[in-house]
């Protein structure tokens, strides 16, 4: 009391400071909670399948149970994760770090955890999965409902009634366009698991729903806040000039219409639509255009912008792919590439080179562990992905029988990429923060 009596204006900012400092907390164990979900439920679950796949020679040789459960653990476990934490850290942005925000934190991420774990427990063990199946969908939406009350009620300190409304940026209209459909997307996943549970043999959606769900997931809540976040950070990072906001307006809309025709069953015409809005969208970047400023490598490896850059060339794969799975796919093949290349050349490739450039920053000033394990990882990540996408055609389709034998070994090299990714940030989160300029 004493203290605060001599020093009133002090007592107040190091409330600030610690409040901020436990928002990085939050963002931390968001972030660890993430990796956790993409290295054991999601990367190791997946080469187990993988490996089986090859064994019996057959897409359909293992359940689809296994097969979704994977995938809901990378897309949500650990993408879902990172963006509800990078969310809440938002919060220190806006001068709204408060009590009442940072239990709202705690209490999001106690739901979401449970949920994801919960989700991949049913539809691996099957156990009481009529209740857990459905019960985890609804731990993942309160989680999201706790974080978007949270996030919606403040608004940034500077901003004032009295002051002229400006207009919204092109990043932000992306950002929140992709939180209403990440809404959907839970909604979604919990009407499809509520009927599983009533009427399904099995803790997995039916192929016809699945396919919607994929669709909206993945093409529509993880390129929409890719969009939205490269908005925001490739100008600053890469040097590039301001998004065409008309470009990425295009982009949006265009990806709209796919989604929409495909919920109604339509194939080729989506395909060719998603092709139009991923130019669109690298044209709106302007990914492949020329740099105005240097690129801000300081604290990352060198060749941070070749990898951001090659992740659009992966989505441009991933669409071309989508077109020739609705005219020439028979056993999968074409579709199990393009949603390779999608969530992994396109999307994980994105955050393992903008995550370790912007996580240790938000997670309390932090320099990168190591730059070799960031060129190590994103280079394995690609060169898997690369060998999962060229060898999962021939041999699902029955193109090229010995190409069975490269799946398990492309899932072996994206597994050690995702390990040292793992291990690189874990141990950046954990190290003493660094108070330098240089970190952003």
């Known amino acids: 009391m004493a203290a605060q009596a001599a020093f009133p204006i002090l007592a107040p900012r190091s409330e600030a400071v610690r409040r901020e400092s436990a928002l990085q907390t939050l963002l931390t164990t968001f972030v660890s909670s993430g990796l956790a979900f ?76 449970v949920g994801v774990a919960a989700r991949w427990f049913s539809g691996v063990y099957a156990w009481h999965w009529r209740l857990l199946f459905p019960l985890s969908s609804a731990f993942e939406l309160a989680a999201f409902l706790v974080f978007f009350a949270t996030v919606r009620r403040h608004k940034p300190a500077s901003a004032s009634s009295a002051a002229p409304q400006a207009p919204i940026p092109i990043w932000m209209r992306l950002v929140l366009a992709s939180t209403v459909v990440f809404l959907l997307t839970l909604l979604l996943g919990l009407a499809g698991s509520i009927a599983a549970a009533v009427s399904s043999s099995e803790p997995a959606f039916g192929p016809s729903f699945d396919r919607r769900y994929l669709l909206l997931s993945a093409w529509g809540f993880l390129v929409l806040s890719i969009w939205g976040f490269n908005a925001r950070w490739l100008p600053v990072f890469l040097g590039l000039p301001q998004p065409r906001p008309r470009a990425l307006l295009a982009a949006f809309s265009l990806l709209v219409s796919a989604l929409a025709l495909g919920f109604l069953g339509l194939s080729t015409l989506p395909a060719l639509i998603l092709i139009a809005a991923s130019l669109a969208s690298a044209y709106g970047l302007h990914v492949f255009e020329h740099r105005i400023q ?147």
């Open 38 to 113: 993409l290295l054991l439920p999601g990367t190791f679950l997946g080469v187990w399948n993988l490996i089986a796949i090859s064994g019996h020679r057959s897409a359909h040789s293992l359940s689809p149970a296994w097969i979704q459960a994977h995938g809901h653990a990378q897309i949500f476990g650990w993408i879902g994760s990172f963006i509800l934490g990078i969310g809440f850290h938002s919060l220190s942005k806006m001068g709204a770090v408060s009590p009442a925000s940072l239990r709202s934190g705690w209490l999001s991420w106690s739901l979401w955890t």
């Open 294 to 440: 240097p690129a801000k490598t300081v604290g990352v490896h060198r060749s941070f912008p070749f990898f951001v850059r090659l992740t659009y060339v992966w989505l441009l794969i991933a669409s071309s792919l989508t077109l020739a799975a609705s005219l020439a796919d028979r056993n999968g093949g074409f579709t199990g590439a393009s949603r390779h290349a999608l969530t992994v050349g396109f999307a994980a490739a994105m955050v393992f080179a903008i995550g370790q450039r912007v996580l240790p920053a938000f997670c309390g000033m932090r320099l990168l562990f190591s730059k070799r394990l960031m060129f190590a990882s994103l280079a394995l990540l690609n060169a898997g992905c690369l060998l999962r996408v060229a060898s999962e055609i021939p041999a699902y389709e029955g193109f090229y029988a010995p190409a069975w034998r490269l799946l398990p070994v492309s899932a072996a090299i994206e597994l050690t990429a995702v390990a040292l990714f793992c291990f690189n940030l874990l141990v950046t989160v954990l190290r003493p923060p660094v108070r330098s300029p240089a970190v952003l």
